[in-house]
């Protein structure tokens, strides 16, 4: 994830832009005249809110932004021209609609919680001559940018002709279109790469509510056929991402502390459309959201994230969630039998372990690719023994689970005391096991409790044997 501290992706952002006003103070008396809070308000902020939040999520993340989207001739209007400006966005496609009121919604904040929201604005559909000035800004900045992103919150900007047109001129160009929609029928973003509802959005658009991870990633799966999508991204609060491709899925929640969600949704298609303009995988992509919406949460006032933000919370975050990856075994056979069901690949791999070197690191990193998440079995110093001998491990058991569950590319560690992993590939049941090439033309034990069998190719001179050995030798000399 590093490697985004240092790019820039262009992207074009389309939707209904608004002002959000923020009225800050503080309150600590009941109003005589009401049972209201008297707020006393202290300052205030302006800064660009519906689809402004995706051009301010972009731009804070490091993209170069493309806007279009339609205001009124009135002072909301010059004010957000004027803020989008001076935010560093091309305004290219901004287009002043006659007698269009401006989008406006105050909040009023006391105590850093929300007391009120008033709002101002026009909801129905654009004029024909406003969608025709915004189809033209469309085709001159697609040659430019590397994707587009929809942000769609009903205000009549995004109208079933405009975004289609948008999505066949994109899909033509060979560029992704991301939406965040709205209302119960979809059919207007037919053809998308991918939309991203949250659960009760979805259920809408199904006509159902969606309760546990399998309606979900039912109800992707059908938005996904229905609308010829690439993906269907349904977002779950508190409960993480469900992303539905040709199998489904699930990314759980980052957060750890919710202070406001105000725009949580903005940051989740801005932080996909930026991974996946920068060659991200879908997987990738869905983590890189989870991080930045977490973060965003953690502030007030639907604040943007920088990289420098996610690289930091998801550090911190790793830190904490070592210790919590080394479970014993019927935790871990509950957990990938939860992994299963919400549609991920299991892998289960084991071993000593001892002296962790490049040739480890090599074979748990390729293990992990082939699934969603690594499961390692590891032998624990009695086993190690058994196995190697009195003066084996090196390194005690609770140490190298320790720096086995800091790996990122490491789900969970179990540690066990049998001579073989019977036991917890028959409890697990993976969807891969996999071996070191050496063992090829081998039994693999558990092969027969899993759907298949990996062979992972190993680095040559690298092993604890190995490196034992050379400092026995360094040892002789001196």
Not at 104 to 133: C, G, N, Y
Request: with cysteine; proline share 3%; aromatic share 6%.
């Amino acid at each position: 994830m590093k490697r985004l501290a240092n790019v820039a992706p262009r992207a074009l952002v389309v939707g209904d832009l608004m002002l959000d006003v923020y009225l800050w103070g503080k309150t600590n008396r009941i109003s005589p005249e009401a049972p209201v809070p008297v707020v006393e308000v202290e300052k205030t902020s302006v800064v660009l809110g519906g689809a402004g939040n995706v051009i301010g999520a972009m731009l804070a993340l490091g993209a170069k932004v493309f806007a279009a989207g339609v205001i009124g001739d009135d002072l909301s209007g010059a004010e957000l021209k004027a803020i989008l400006e001076n935010s560093g966005a091309d305004s290219i496609g901004l287009v002043e609609q006659r007698g269009r009121k401006t989008g406006r919604k105050t909040r009023l904040m006391a105590s850093h919680r929300q007391i009120v929201r008033f709002d101002s604005e026009s909801a129905e559909p654009i004029s024909a001559q406003s969608e025709e000035a915004l189809r033209a800004a469309i085709e001159k900045s697609l040659p430019l940018i590397d994707v587009v992103l929809l942000s769609d919150y009903g205000k009549g900007v995004l109208t079933n002709g405009l975004t289609q047109f948008a999505i066949g001129a994109a899909r033509a160009l060979g560029k992704m279109i991301l939406i965040d929609p709205k209302g119960a029928d979809y059919s207007k973003y037919r053809g998308a790469t991918l939309i991203t509802p949250n659960r009760k959005e979805a259920g809408e658009a199904i006509g159902g509510a969606l309760g546990d991870l399998k309606s979900v990633a039912a109800a992707g799966a059908k938005l996904r056929r229905d609308l010829a999508l690439d993906y269907a991204i349904i977002t779950l609060s508190e409960d993480g991402m469900t992303v539905c491709g040709e199998t489904a899925s699930h990314f759980p929640t980052q957060a750890r502390e919710v202070y406001d969600v105000t725009g949580a949704g903005d940051t989740v298609l801005a932080s996909l459309g930026f991974a996946l303009a920068t060659g991200m995988t879908i997987a990738e992509a869905a983590h890189f959201a989870n991080v930045a919406a977490a973060v965003a949460v953690s502030k007030i006032g639907g604040a943007s994230v920088t990289i420098d933000e996610i690289l930091a919370y998801e550090y911190r975050h790793s830190i904490n969630q070592s210790q919590n990856k080394i479970a014993p075994l019927e935790v871990v056979a509950l957990e990938a039998e939860k992994l299963k069901k919400s549609g991920r690949k299991v892998v289960f791999t084991n071993g000593c372990f001892d002296l962790l070197h490049r040739g480890h690191i090599e074979y748990l990193r390729k293990s992990r690719e082939e699934g969603d998440a690594l499961i390692v079995g590891l032998n624990s110093d009695k086993g190690v023994k058994a196995l190697k001998g009195e003066l084996r491990p090196i390194v005690c058991e609770e140490d190298r689970a320790y720096t086995l569950s800091a790996l990122s590319f490491v789900d969970y560690v179990v540690i066990f005391d049998d001579p073989t992993p019977i036991e917890l590939v028959k409890a697990i049941k993976p969807d891969i096991l996999t071996k070191g090439g050496d063992y090829k033309d081998k039994k693999v034990i558990g092969s027969e409790y899993a759907k298949k069998v990996v062979l992972v190719d190993l680095v040559e001179g690298r092993s604890t044997s190995e490196t034992i050995a050379k400092i026995s030798a360094q040892g002789g000399e001196k």
